[in-house]
């Protein structure tokens, strides 16, 4: 199985900061890349599919990049509504479309 | 709009079985997969297989050796997934999710079942 492997496991930040949340996978995936959101209480959210391709109707300050194994989500200036917590999903090889263990984005 | 609509929460005993359902609304039901995730209290999410809905075919995680299966009903736009010889441990949030396909991204997701397993 392909592990991804996200850093950090949770990160303090204010209103206005820009973040950097990063995902490893343990072999090469291409781009096949997904980010989601999860907020408490609520299924995840698709934000980034095909590692650099925003989801519709998503704000633009949500950018990711990268590409073979390592893989980035950046929130350029972050908002209240972004606190969350975030997973990247691998869609390379199934089964099974590992997740990695998620980022708690938490107000400074 | 597109809605996938998951069935009520559930208690069960350990050993027992599961079935939840999920309605689809809203698209075409045969031409997305769907996939089903999971979430343990407090921890991240973990992938337990996809279903086609056009022919049925099933896709599970090794983690679940002979203990999940996935069906569908294409007259109800409705897909199953039960789980069979429950333990605490498969407490958790159970999730339906649409593949978008292409890079297959879960674009749309239910509302989440809970499902508790408790003597």
């Known amino acids: 199985d392909i592990q991804m492997t996200q850093s950090p496991s949770s990160l303090s930040a204010s209103v206005g900061d820009r973040v950097t949340i990063t995902c490893r996978a343990s072999q090469s995936i291409s781009n096949y890349l997904n980010w989601y959101q999860q907020k408490p209480g609520k299924a995840p959210k698709l934000l980034i599919y095909a590692a650099s391709s925003v989801q519709s109707g998503l704000p633009s300050r949500f950018s990711g990049s990268g590409s073979g194994t390592d893989f980035t989500l950046t929130i350029s200036s972050l908002q209240l509504e972004d606190f969350a917590t975030y997973y990247c999903?691998?869609?390379?090889?199934?089964?099974?479309?590992?997740f990695g263990q998620g980022t708690k984005l938490e107000i400074k | 709009q597109v809605q996938l609509v998951q069935s009520g929460a559930e208690m069960k005993k350990p050993g027992a079985s599961v079935k939840i359902s999920c309605m689809a609304s809203?698209?075409?039901?045969?031409?997305?997969?769907i996939h089903w995730v999971r979430q343990a209290p407090g921890q991240g999410l973990e992938w337990i297989g996809i279903?086609?809905?056009?022919?049925?075919?099933?896709s599970y995680a090794q983690k679940f050796p002979g203990r999940v299966t996935m069906t569908r009903d294409t007259s109800a736009s409705t897909v199953y997934m039960e789980l069979s010889s429950l333990r605490s441990e498969d407490t958790a949030v159970y999730y339906c999710a649409r593949d978008g396909s292409g890079w297959s991204p879960l674009d749309y997701w239910g509302q989440g079942t809970l499902v508790t397993v408790s003597s």
């Open positions: 279903i086609n809905p056009s022919g049925g075919s099933t």
């Open positions: 999903q691998q869609s390379y090889s199934s089964p099974p479309y590992t």
């Open positions: 809203g698209y075409s039901f045969t031409t997305y997969y």
